[in-house]
């Protein structure tokens, strides 16, 4: 086999692997785009079935109390002790206690 033929071998064979795979993802993305119109075609149909429901009543935020808030820092800086091997408060004070945005723990 001469040079030029296993060039062209290899061209071919790069060119059947390469447009298989460009068909196959062809076809994957026709089949994904009929399933995603057949499940919003269904959700319509659900959602005409349906009778639109009353809105719930709005329920009263709950009043907080201080009380609350003040046994919350006591649990906090009981923690805070414990987490430092202190058996007493004595040493630290929580002046604040705001809540995180990210709670990644």
Known sequence: MSLSNIFLNALSN???GMGTVFVVLIIIIVVIILMSKAVRAMEGKEKEVEAPKAPAPVAAAPVIEEADDLELVAV??????????SESTDGFVVRSIKRAKNRNW
């Open 14 to 16: 790069t060119i059947l």
């Open 76 to 85: 906090i800086t009981a923690a805070v002790a414990a987490s430092m091997g």
